[in-house]
């Protein structure tokens, strides 16, 4: 240590803002030994409340800053062990913090490229920080202000949430306004645009003053500039991009800006869904209504063009082009009606290359399905343009379009064979009401089906999540860094990601023991076995019990606090909720605190939040118990800190669907795995274990919740007498904690 706000990790000089807690100085000197050598990737995880955000921007941006000083002495020649190189590039890495780029005559140039030394500026990695939402980024903006580094930003966001133009930013549809805003770009006519060139030299705080969405959107306005194509300009300049992880693993997104990813240090923020993330960016689901709905747009698109509308904002597709793309869909609607299934539901699973001889049925081919792209995307513009006259834009194309995507960049076919599945179903009746009374979602959709037969739908679903992250790799990325507080089982995290960490950490928690009671809750208060496993599922006395466990808890917890109940599903909850009604228990708790449910519908979310949140907070409270299900969005990223979290109770364990096909077919994959991971020196991981790291990941989010920073106290209860193995580690799971390493430590039997 060298002083109170400035340490010293293997060579880096690490300004931070508080002295750190011990497990601090450990997770930003292991996020500094995977950035000091190429093609290091790190895995690191550590607890919510640790600090983790500000740790890992302060030891990167220490470590960009020594990087940059580095490469500026190499540059002349001087090696950093002579008595010249050692001043020299501790001059150049001083002040750590310090501004990195001074603004003159209106161009970026670097004061620590000193014109003493004569040298040109050394190009430093950029860093590229990504993590889920747009409001966990600015979170992390919030922290950076918190740091002495001032690297130059740029945050990317959509049009959506950048948009100043009066009527453009109040377009319904992400897929309606990009299209407007493309009309007004190609004609120039959007002041806010003409106004981008030059202006971040003119108004250098867009670059250097950390500014997040709503500051920028504020600026924009002020400044009569569209923050959405500035912060793209920026991006060119930026020492740290933040960005939300479809940037990086959606193909079209990430083609779309490869101009930054190359030598770029990717820092994964909050990463424990990166598998499932990266899995399904590679993967599609396509239904026979989506495809008889494609046509009902083709045929729309017709009837526009015969109108006579003329179309700005690309080549609109010709008439041919239409009658051809037509033509191709309903030979693809022929073709997946024609393939054999067995079984009630009827069902096939096939290697993943048949989906080539499906798509060649219909004369699509790798030589040609570009040019299907550009037709698709065509006719996607016309009707997105189209938009004024009442029409609104329908997902179905742009699923067409991001499944050829999705074929048609794998060549080779081994790979696909043994990455991919295709795997054939009836299709699920639609459910619910579709778009508003102007959306083209209402023209009914006409299939060709014999009579009889029933719609059908694709899952052509890749089981690698290595395929996208090589994908990523691939655009020269120097170092990937997967960081969150709940990465544990670590064990398969390689052989997923089909990439070596060789950085790994499993930081320990900054709270005092006094801080934290956890426990495996085997039997309740009658002493009934708790277990809701589905053999168990008839017991009601095992449902009943746990039940007057949740009323002890709730009557224990005190005044103005919240109980979190997690169940393994939503049939759990269903169940469970039920029962307690038709007996004396639900009248229990509700005497103790307030009950509230996670609605299924997304719509009803927040206001479910606010009101437990208030009813917590309300004087007079006796606090509030919110029932919810692991997986759901209430275990994954919400922050009950404090008493909006004092218990968590996990009612059981939360495995995927044994029967879900896609379920089986990944247990198959990870088992044929193992024989390749084992070559390749790498954890192997059997379909097994997978099955139950997932149960795990998806606990470990939900105790997440209770410790939230580190004054933060509460109590887990796990509630099934099988968390006893897990706890201490079955046999075959040994070389891994299955639970998050902290819980593990303060758990009691
Ligand atoms: S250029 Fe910017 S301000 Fe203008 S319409 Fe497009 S997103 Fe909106």
């Known amino acids: 240590m060298t002083a109170v706000g400035e340490y010293e990790l293997r060579g880096v000089h690490v300004a931070?803002?508080?002295e750190p807690y011990p497990s601090q100085l450990v997770f930003m000197d292991r996020v500094i030994e995977a950035l000091q050598a190429p093609h290091r990737n790190a895995l690191l995880e550590s607890p919510t409340g640790t600090g983790k955000t500000l740790c890992l921007l302060c030891a990167s941006l220490a470590w960009r800053q020594m990087h940059k000083a580095q490469r500026q002495v190499d540059q002349l020649g001087l090696a950093p062990v002579t008595a010249q190189g050692a001043a020299m590039l501790k001059q150049l890495a001083a002040g750590a913090g310090g501004r990195e780029r001074e603004w003159l005559g209106g161009r970026a140039v670097a004061p620590e490229a000193p014109a003493q030394f004569g040298m040109a500026p050394a190009v430093a990695c950029r860093i590229i920080y990504v993590s889920r939402t747009h409001g966990q980024l600015s979170q992390v903006v919030r922290e950076l202000r918190n740091t002495t580094y001032r690297p130059n930003v740029s945050i990317l966001g959509s049009r959506q949430q950048y948009c100043v133009h009066h009527d453009v930013k109040k377009v319904p549809g992400g897929q309606r306004q990009?299209?407007?805003?493309?009309?007004?770009?190609?004609?120039?006519?959007c002041q806010f645009h003409r106004n981008v060139v030059d202006h971040k030299y003119q108004h250098k705080e867009v670059l250097t003053d950390a500014l997040d969405i709503e500051d920028l959107v504020k600026h924009g306005e002020k400044h009569k500039v569209c923050p959405y194509y500035?912060?793209?300009?920026?991006?060119?300049?930026?020492?740290v991009i933040f960005m939300p992880y479809n940037y990086l693993t959606d193909p079209a997104s990430r083609k779309s800006l490869a101009h930054l990813w190359k030598d770029s240090v990717v820092i994964f923020d909050e990463a424990h869904n990166m598998e499932s993330i990266c899995s399904e960016a590679a993967s599609f689901d396509l239904t026979h209504t989506d495809i008889a709905m494609c046509v009902t747009e083709v045929d729309r698109c017709t009837s526009i063009?015969?109108?006579?509308?003329?179309?700005?904002?690309?080549?609109?597709?010709?008439?041919?082009?239409?009658?051809?793309?037509?033509i191709i869909l309903r030979s693809f609607e022929d073709a997946l009606a024609a393939l054999p299934l067995k079984g009630s539901p009827a069902s096939a699973t096939f290697p993943g290359c048949k989906i080539y001889e499906l798509f060649e049925t219909a004369g699509v081919k790798h030589d040609n399905a570009t040019e299907l792209f550009a037709m698709?995307?065509?006719?996607m513009s016309m009707l997105a343009e189209a938009q004024g006259a009442g029409i609104q834009a329908n997902p179905s194309l742009k699923k067409f379009s991001d499944a050829l995507e999705a074929v048609f960049k794998a060549s080779d076919m081994a790979n696909c064979n043994r990455l991919y599945k295709m795997h054939i179903t009836e299709e699920p009746e639609r459910k619910g009401k579709r778009a508003g009374p102007q959306s083209i979602t209402d023209l009914q959709p006409t299939l060709t089906l014999k009579p009889g037969q029933k719609p059908r739908q694709i899952g052509y679903w890749c089981f690698s999540a290595g395929v996208t992250m090589k994908e990523i790799l691939d655009q020269g990325v120097r170092n990937v860094v997967l960081a969150s507080g709940t990465l544990s089982p670590m064990s398969s995290w390689a052989t997923e990601m089909q990439m070596n960490f060789e950085v790994k950490l499993e930081n320990k928690h900054v709270i005092r023991e006094d801080q934290l009671l956890a426990a495996v809750v085997r039997k309740g208060p009658s002493g009934v076995t708790l277990n809701s496993s589905y053999k168990n599922r008839e017991n009601v006395q095992s449902v009943d019990d746990l039940g007057n466990l949740i009323v002890n808890v709730c009557r224990i917890v005190p005044a103005n606090s919240g109980v979190l109940v997690f169940f393994p599903s939503y049939a759990a909850l269903t169940a469970g909720t039920e029962r307690w009604k038709q007996g004396s228990v639900w009248d229990r708790i509700s005497k103790q605190k307030q009950i509230f449910i996670e609605p299924r519908e997304s719509g009803s979310f927040k206001m479910t939040i606010c009101a437990y949140t208030d009813e917590v907070d309300r004087a007079g409270s006796n606090g509030a118990v919110l029932m919810a299900v692991c997986r759901g969005k209430m275990s994954e990223g919400i922050d009950f800190a404090d008493r909006h979290g004092r218990a968590v109770i996990v009612t059981g364990i939360p495995f995927p669907a044994a029967f879900d096909p896609r379920v089986v077919l990944k247990k198959a994959f990870m088992d044929e795995l193992m024989p390749e991971a084992r070559a390749e020196?790498?954890?192997?991981?059997?379909?097994?274990?997978?099955?139950?790291?997932?149960?795990?990941?998806?606990?470990?989010?939900?105790?997440?919740?209770?410790?939230r920073h580190r004054n933060d106290y509460g109590v887990i209860l796990l509630c099934d007498e099988r968390f006893?193995?897990?706890?201490?580690?079955?046999?075959?799971?040994?070389?891994?904690?299955?639970?998050?390493?902290?819980?593990?430590?303060?758990?009691?039997?």
Do not use: M
């Open 16 to 18: 931070f803002p508080f």
């Open 178 to 189: 990009n299209a407007q805003c493309q009309k007004l770009v190609a004609t120039q006519s």
């Open 230 to 239: 500035l912060t793209r300009d920026t991006a060119n300049d930026a020492d």
């Open 305 to 326: 063009k015969e109108s006579g509308i003329e179309f700005t904002t690309t080549e609109p597709a010709t008439q041919e082009e239409l009658s051809i793309l037509k």
């Open 376 to 379: 698709v995307s065509k006719t």
């Open 681 to 707: 020196g790498r954890e192997a991981v059997s379909g097994e274990q997978w099955y139950i790291q997932q149960a795990a990941r998806a606990v470990n989010q939900a105790i997440g919740r209770v410790i």
């Open 724 to 749: 006893a193995n897990w706890t201490k580690q079955a046999k075959f799971l040994k070389k891994s904690n299955v639970l998050v390493h902290w819980c593990c430590k303060f758990i009691v039997y």
